[in-house]
Every structure is written in structure tokens, then in C-alpha cells.
């Protein structure tokens, strides 16, 4: 079992976005994977092909943001709220009993994000097995009509959305549980499905990676994704000193860490193989485990 150990904190507009360790909901990203090089599609990217700013809008509902770094399996899944799987390549295929994991996670209650890409930028094969458990396929096509897509439906999802900006996605295919909730010129771009406890989107590009992440209504529509998945969401935000408590309070179970001005920049803690790395955009903190890490990330959005 994961010993979450970590400290979650993200500048955000001089206040410090944190969230208490056993009340935090966890989004984590695959990227065991999604093995694109450069990397793609992390949180801890900051150029434009990065999601650093969509961990931030995550931070800033409440959320704190994971990278799998090792197969699909009950250990890995357990901890998460979200699981967002994107792109994924032909190095590591998704296997069988990962499929199961993720299936069984999904109807206990996990929700999962799925984000292909257009034609010959994705593994269709194995990631549409997946996906057929619960009845979406990504066609492996390249949708024609865009890169502005409109007008976005009303519906249980999106609200007071006129126009998606999507540069060379593919469409999808649903049957049931699922349904389209946007369909452009008779094609399906974005879907849902409801499956036992849990629930999925899904939609054929990565969508919100930095370069496109604020053009048209790219914003307002991640964010009411996500709050379908997690549900609405108020931001547990403290100010510097509330973080800086926390920190202590840290501080006094164990665990050592420097954080002048509120900004983790060095620590040591005593689980074998752990270790802080200071990084650009904050501190990347390396969980060891007996099956691989898991790379939490407090990013600067």
C-alpha cells in the first residue's frame, strides 16, 4: 500500500493551494504508457506540448495531481479519484489484466479520462480495447472540419460553452453505456458512459496541453469536465502561513522540509528509495515503493 508522504502545495495568485493528506482527491495521469519523446501530456511540462496548466486549474478545484509510472493494477488505481490516460504509445501496450484493473476500478466508483489523438499519433488497438468496456471506440481517423469546433451542446456536462479549439483529433464511435455529448457534422468528438459506480469521458485528442489549453473555450470546458468527474469542487484555498502550519505540522510526523517563502525546495524523508528533486516549476517528490514511484507534482500554474 502507497504511504503518501508528500507535501501539496501550489502557488496560485499569492495563495497557497492545499489540501489535507486523506481528504485530497487525487487526478493521476498514465504515464507509463504514454512514453512520447519529448515527453507529452505531464504535468510537470512546462512547454507546449506540457499539461502543467491543466494540473493547475486541477489544483485550484482542489485537486493534486499523480504520475503512474507502472502498470495498471488495484495498488496503483486504489489511491485515485481520476484516472487520465493520454495518448498512449507502442512501447508499453495496455495489457489484459490491466484492462480488468481498470474496468473493476471504473465500477467501484473511479471516473476515468481518456484522451486519444488523430491518425497514426496513438496505439488504437489496445487502447480501444479498453475502451470497449464501456462501449466507445476511437476511430482511427483524422476528423475533418476543424480546429474550431461549435457550437458545444448544453447538456449535463458542458454549460455556456459556443466553441472548442481541437487541432487533429479523431472521431469517436459509442454504443451503449455510452452516448455523444458533442457531435459535429454527424461525428462524434466527446463522449460519456455511466458504468456501475463510475464514469468516463473521452474525447480523440489531448486537447488541453498548454499551446491550445486557453483558446476559445478550451478552459471553461476542462474545468466543467472535471467537475463532472469530481464533483463541484470549492478550492481549499490557505494563506502563506496556513501553509506553512500544515508544513510544520508535517514537520513534527517525521518528516523534514525547507520551505522559505512557502515553496518546498528541499527535504529528506526515511522511506527507502524516496527523494525530493528540485525542478523549475517547484519540486517533483518521488515516492519509493516495492512496484515503482509515483511523481507528485506542485506546480507553479
Known amino acids: 500500500m502507497l504511504k503518501t508522504v508528500s507535501l501539496f502545495l501550489a502557488l496560485l495568485t499569492g495563495l497557497v493551494a492545499s489540501v489535507s493528506a486523506g481528504t485530497v482527491k487525487m487526478v493521476g495521469i498514465d504515464g507509463y504508457h504514454n512514453t512520447a519523446n519529448p515527453p507529452h501530456y505531464a504535468w510537470s511540462e512546462t512547454d507546449l506540448g506540457g499539461y502543467s496548466q491543466f494540473a493547475g486549474i486541477l489544483l485550484t478545484l482542489g485537486a493534486d495531481t499523480v504520475t503512474l509510472t507502472t502498470p495498471f493494477d488495484s495498488s496503483t488505481l486504489s489511491p485515485l479519484s481520476v484516472l487520465v490516460i493520454v495518448n498512449p504509445g507502442t512501447k508499453n501496450l495496455i495489457g489484459a489484466a490491466e484492462i480488468n484493473a481498470v474496468d473493476k476500478w471504473v465500477q467501484q466508483g473511479g471516473k476515468l479520462m481518456c484522451f486519444a489523438n488523430n491518425k497514426g499519433n496513438v496505439e488504437f488497438v489496445h487502447y480501444d480495447s479498453l475502451m470497449a468496456r464501456f462501449g466507445i471506440t476511437f476511430n482511427d481517423t483524422t476528423q475533418t472540419g476543424g480546429s474550431n469546433f461549435g457550437p458545444v451542446p448544453q447538456n449535463e456536462v458542458f454549460s455556456n460553452c459556443t466553441t472548442f479549439y481541437i487541432v487533429d483529433m479523431c472521431n469517436l464511435t459509442v454504443a451503449a453505456p455510452a452516448k455523444s455529448?458533442?457531435?459535429f457534422q454527424g461525428s462524434v468528438l466527446m463522449a460519456t458512459a455511466l458504468k456501475g459506480n463510475?464514469?468516463?469521458?473521452?474525447?480523440?485528442d489531448p486537447w488541453v496541453y498548454n499551446e491550445h489549453i486557453a483558446a476559445q473555450d478550451n478552459i471553461k470546458g476542462i474545468t466543467q469536465v472535471m467537475n463532472w468527474l469530481l464533483g463541484n469542487a470549492t478550492p481549499v484555498l490557505r494563506s502563506m502561513a496556513g501553509a506553512q502550519r500544515e508544513a510544520q505540522k508535517r514537520l513534527q510526523n517525521g518528516y523534514r522540509m525547507v520551505l522559505p517563502n512557502g515553496r518546498l525546495v528541499s527535504g529528506a524523508v526515511s522511506l527507502p528509495g524516496s527523494s525530493f528533486a528540485?525542478?523549475?516549476?517547484?519540486v517533483v517528490f518521488i515516492e519509493g515503493t516495492s512496484g515503482g514511484g509515483q511523481e507528485h507534482v506542485p506546480l507553479r500554474p
Open 181 to 183: 455529448i458533442f457531435t
Open 198 to 204: 463510475g464514469a468516463v469521458f473521452a474525447t480523440g
Open 278 to 282: 528540485p525542478k523549475a516549476h517547484g
